[in-house]
């Protein structure tokens, strides 16, 4: 089990950008596959962005071009910087952790470990 906490979240204008990030502790981070995923009121949990144990990246279609994870397994920690933000991206941010699996994982329950969440809103 690995105990992750996210910070970085806040206010801002559409247009805006912002840098999440996600320390992890407990378990050897490299071992892992991190992901982040979003939910906005009255909808269901979404993924947003993946890196894999190995760097291979993917991308929810929504943010493509606009987002970008990245990690520094030095300091146990994932990023998501957020550019060109827009009201629709208003929601709270989790990071979540996969021991298992690799390639493309977008089901939340493929997910072992979560984070608290931090919540984005992006005002027009």
């Known amino acids: 089990q690995v105990q992750l906490v996210e910070s970085g979240g806040g206010l801002v204008q559409a247009g805006g950008s912002l840098r999440l990030s996600c320390a992890a502790s407990?378990?050897?981070?490299?071992?892992?596959?991190m992901g982040w995923f979003r939910q906005a009121p009255g909808k269901e949990r979404e993924f947003v962005a993946r890196i894999t144990r190995y760097d291979s990246i993917y991308y929810a279609d929504s943010v493509k071009g606009r987002f970008t994870i990245s990690r520094d397994n030095a300091k146990n920690t994932v990023y998501l910087q957020m550019n060109s933000l827009k009201p629709e991206d208003t929601a709270v941010y989790f990071c979540a952790a996969d021991p298992v699996y690799m390639g493309r994982v977008v089901a939340v329950h493929e997910y072992a470990d979560w984070g608290q969440g931090t919540q984005v809103t992006v005002s027009s």
């Open positions: 407990g378990r050897t981070f490299t071992r892992y596959s």
